[in-house]
């Protein structure tokens, strides 16, 4: 039999776009949330807790001249275009954030499966625990794709070589950019 060529051709869907935030831009995010959980006053005025999905202890709006003076809209432009220029070959020329926040989760909080609106989204991790919990039903968790303390991100349903569910294990200046309607938790 003669030798079989073959190219694994990109999944259908969406893709995601992975970036290691700089360190300065982690380190600027944890004092500025550091800074607002001791200033109960901010902690009040920027709490967003009954406006988003999550079951959490804390979700802190970010400030717009802390956005910018941080490094925290520079880098996140700077991931948008070239993800989109990867993808689409085309350089994006505009970019506005609509909205960033930092949620606090704890042990046995939750953010619900949800989506955004607009067009990109994404989730970071700027503080991860030493462990991330025990399981309940470990023999479930292969079968059902749940993996608790892990950002899953959701698309589609189940078929034959084509998994729905990606499973990320949070890890610290970890970024991860996706459509802005794909399901995550």
């Given at each position: 039999m003669s030798e079989i060529k073959f190219?694994?051709?990109?999944?259908?869907?969406?893709?995601?776009?992975k970036a290691e935030i700089p360190d300065d831009v982690v380190n600027k995010l944890n004092d500025y949330i550091d800074n607002t959980i001791n200033?109960?006053?901010?902690?009040?005025?920027?709490d967003l807790g009954k406006e988003l999905a999550g079951d959490v202890t804390q979700e802190f709006s970010l400030e717009p001249e802390f956005i910018r003076?941080?490094?925290?809209?520079?880098?996140?432009g700077t991931c948008t275009k070239k993800w989109v220029e990867i993808e689409t070959k085309q350089i994006i020329k505009k970019f506005n954030i609509?909205?960033?926040?930092?949620?606090?989760q704890f042990e046995n909080e939750y953010n619900p499966i949800h989506y955004h609106s607009g067009h990109?989204?994404?989730?970071?991790?700027?503080?991860?625990?030493?462990?991330?919990g025990l399981h309940t039903q470990k023999s479930k968790s292969d079968h059902m794709g749940y993996l608790g303390g892990h950002l899953q991100l959701i698309h589609g349903?189940?078929?034959?070589?084509?998994?729905?569910i990606i499973n990320i294990k949070p890890k610290v200046g970890e970024m991860?950019?996706?459509p802005a309607y794909m399901m995550h938790c």
């Open positions: 190219t694994l051709i990109k999944h259908l869907g969406p893709s995601v776009f200033d109960k006053k901010k902690s009040s005025k920027l003076s941080s490094g925290w809209l520079n880098f996140l609509d909205r960033s926040w930092i949620v606090r990109v989204s994404g989730a970071g991790f700027l503080k991860v625990p030493n462990s991330l349903s189940r078929m034959f070589l084509s998994p729905s991860y950019f996706f």
